[in-house]
Antibody, heavy 119, light 111 residues
């Protein structure tokens, strides 16, 4: 079955960077876009951007431009999201999710990775 | 502040019908982009509930239905059950933002 498995929880200090991985299985990795969505504690879902695993092309939400980098390793069917210059309000659960096209529905989702930013 | 507006909360008794609205604009829902709905149970990742405005993925009960008209969309849940208590999010594409957007989410309470 199609599955996205993310890396484990992280604790980072303000100003540091974090890199979260998302390993895909059960489908052809390069055939689907991979998006990243985050959810701060008690808050709603916030779309961060996508990567085209085939070309490596990316599209980031304006809010995160300059701080986020999405990459992929096609040999490992894994997508990565790196967020730099972390602040306390970046504390959130980060999800990866797959779409067929850039404006499609997200299905499935990874299990989520909690990133805590604290001094 | 999301470009898609949902009511913060709705509630209903077991067996009743509830609806959750999702109001957008001419750059997203009104531009013809599809609306999708997700259910998020406490402590879990969101799960696709409705795609393409009104389509149910395999395994989603037919108690859940979606519709879209103009710049708005709605999720209807009939025959409410205790297990439906969750947060619900709508999602669409926004051309002015060149990306996906989510509604602020609606917490459904089953009384």
């Amino acid at each position: 079955q199609v599955q996205l498995v993310q890396s484990g929880a992280e604790v980072k200090k303000p100003g540091a960077s974090v890199k979260v991985s998302c390993k895909a299985s059960g489908y052809t990795f390069i055939d689907y876009y991979m998006h990243w969505v985050r959810q701060a504690p008690g808050q709603g879902l916030e779309w961060m951007g996508w990567i085209n695993p085939n070309s490596g092309g990316t599209n980031y939400a304006q809010k995160f431009q300059g701080r986020v980098t999405m990459t992929r390793d096609t040999s490992m069917s894994t997508a990565y999201m790196e967020l730099s210059r972390l602040r306390s309000d970046d504390t959130a659960v980060y999800y990866c999710a797959r779409t067929l096209w850039t404006n499609n529905w997200f299905d499935p989702w990874g299990q989520g990775t909690l990133v805590t930013v604290s001094s | 502040q999301s470009v898609l507006t949902q009511p913060p909360s709705v509630s209903g008794a077991p067996g009743q019908r509830v609806t959750i609205s999702c109001t957008g604009s001419s750059s997203n829902i009104g531009a013809g982009y599809d609306v999708h709905w997700y259910q998020q149970l406490p402590g879990t990742a969101p799960k696709l509930l409705i795609y393409g405005n009104s389509n149910r993925p395999s395994g989603v009960p037919d108690r859940f239905s979606g519709s879209k008209s103009g710049t708005s969309a709605s999720l209807a849940i009939t025959g409410l059950q205790a297990e439906d208590e969750a947060d619900y999010y709508c999602q669409s594409y926004d051309s002015s933002l060149s990306g996906s957007e989510f509604g602020g989410g609606t917490k459904l309470t089953v009384l």
